[in-house]
């Protein structure tokens, strides 16, 4: 089993809906979250971070649930600069500030 | 800030060929990473530097090396390069939890 594991996609949505992606992970020793993006043969970038009370970032809002070991990410009013390759990452416990890395769920946002 | 550079962005070598692949990052970060991206299996990590003059192995060090002689910079080397290696190659910095990337080298082995 993967230790972070995603539904590959893809997801294709017109503009203005909204779209959730979940994540699961395996380590329940993980201790941080996070959301990031990745546009077609360019370098992932941060997303936002995923606390366990739930955060939200304009149309973005992220959910931790520990007990059920998953994250989330929902997207509201999707738009066409949406699209892109949505990469779950889990941080374990120790101090060399390692990731690990989901393989991405693709969302395309149709006109 | 430039945050971190990646040096070069494209290169094809021949089977055999050695190489070095620059990472700089000006934000003062104790922590470096490099990765390498291939389709289907996403990111996997080389090797990862936690602090100036420290080197360890991440999930696919074979083939690779790397040095951290400077905080700001991070160097991949590959000895004799084999067509498995052919890929895109990200250097990453972090100061706590999430990291910055840089742009990516793309490398071919013919």
């Known amino acids: 089993r993967k230790e972070v594991e995603q539904d590959p996609g893809p997801f294709n949505v017109p503009e203005g809906a909204t779209v959730a992606f979940n994540c699961t992970y395996s380590n329940s020793a993980s201790q941080s979250f996070f959301w990031y993006r990745q546009d077609c043969r360019k370098e992932p970038k941060l997303l936002m971070s995923?606390?366990?009370?739930?955060n939200e970032d304009g149309r973005f809002t992220a959910q931790l649930n520990r007990a059920s070991q998953y994250i989330s990410l929902l997207i509201r009013d999707s738009k066409l600069s949406d699209s892109a390759t949505y990469l779950c990452v889990v941080s374990n416990a120790g101090n060399n500030r390692k990731l690990i890395w989901g393989l991405g769920t693709s969302l395309a946002v149709n006109p | 800030n430039a945050g971190v550079t990646q040096t070069p962005k494209f290169r094809v070598l021949k089977t055999g060929q050695s190489m070095t692949l620059l990472c700089a990052q000006d934000?003062?970060?104790?922590?470096m990473y490099w990765y390498r991206q291939d389709p289907g299996m996403g990111l996997r990590l080389i090797h990862y530097?936690?602090?100036?003059?420290?080197?360890a192995k991440g999930e696919v060090p074979d083939g690779y090396n790397v040095s951290r002689l400077k905080k700001q910079n991070f160097l991949l080397g590959l000895e004799s390069a084999a067509p498995s290696q052919t890929s895109v190659y990200f250097c990453?910095?972090?100061?706590?939890?999430?990291?910055?990337f840089g742009p990516g080298t793309r490398l071919t082995v013919l």
């Open positions: 995923v606390y366990s009370s739930g």
């Open positions: 530097s936690v602090g100036e003059g420290t080197t």
């Open positions: 934000m003062n970060h104790e922590y």
């Open positions: 990453a910095s972090s100061r706590t939890g999430s990291q910055y």
